[in-house]
């Protein structure tokens, strides 16, 4: 059986693993020739983040600390593109079909947290999260949810909201359902998709309305 070929060296501006000296032109294998080290990492610039490739070993991700919050509502919507696909049959359903509602609960609350803090954005855009996420219906309700799931509950005066009943009455298509109680006594359950999409459908007249675009 012939050799299975040896792995091309990337072509990667690479330093030494513990003291980053600058392994140009030296060989894979040989040490650093300023401290003996034989371990490599490979410097790879991918869009705004930067990524280190150990040689034959890993990854690593070093995240920039200003990221744009455009970023955050990519991993929204598709968070609602899965929710889609699971109501309609498609794709492959998590052994927990809830997992796919509390992960967009989440990044709603993440979304409205880097909306908050992003440099980029003009203040009143910045300043007006919180009060603008505390009105829409949707993205509270879905911040409840989030936060039920994260505290394990909620102390007294906030909304409790989790998602139940799962139900998947064909073995195909799903259906969310969440059932909350406001600290006022009301109670009730929402649909988890329409939520999702009325959230989505929230955040983007907040867009608009201080003419912030989706892309860059």
């Known amino acids: 059986m012939a050799d299975a070929p040896e792995s091309a060296e990337p072509e990667w501006p690479a330093v030494c693993h513990d003291h980053g000296h600058d392994l140009t032109g030296v060989p894979p294998g040989e040490p650093c020739p300023e401290c003996g080290d034989t371990n490599r ?6 869009e705004t983040d930067v990524v280190t490739a150990a040689h034959n070993a890993g990854l ?53 947290e880097w909306l908050r803090k992003d440099p980029a954005l003009p203040q009143k855009a910045r300043n007006g999260v919180n009060t603008f996420a505390a009105g829409s219906t949707t993205i509270h309700l879905a911040c409840a949810v989030h936060n039920t799931h994260k505290h394990y509950g909620r102390d007294p005066g906030y909304t409790t909201a989790r998602v139940s009943p799962v139900r998947i009455p064909d073995g195909v298509r799903v259906s969310w359902t969440i059932t909350w ?21 929230d955040w983007r007249s907040y867009f608009a309305a201080h003419g912030l675009s989706e892309s860059e």
């Open 41 to 46: 990492k490979y410097l790879v610039t991918a």
């Open 60 to 112: 690593e991700i070093e995240y920039i600390p200003e990221r744009s919050w455009r970023e955050q509502w990519g991993r929204l919507l598709d968070d609602l593109d899965a929710m889609e696909r699971l109501a309609d049959g498609i794709g492959e359903r998590p052994l927990d079909p809830r997992e796919v509602v509390d992960a967009f609960c989440a990044e709603c609350y993440i979304l409205k």
């Open 181 to 201: 109680h406001k600290p006022d006594g009301t109670s009730g359950t929402t649909d988890a998709l329409e939520m999702a999409r009325g959230a989505v459908a």
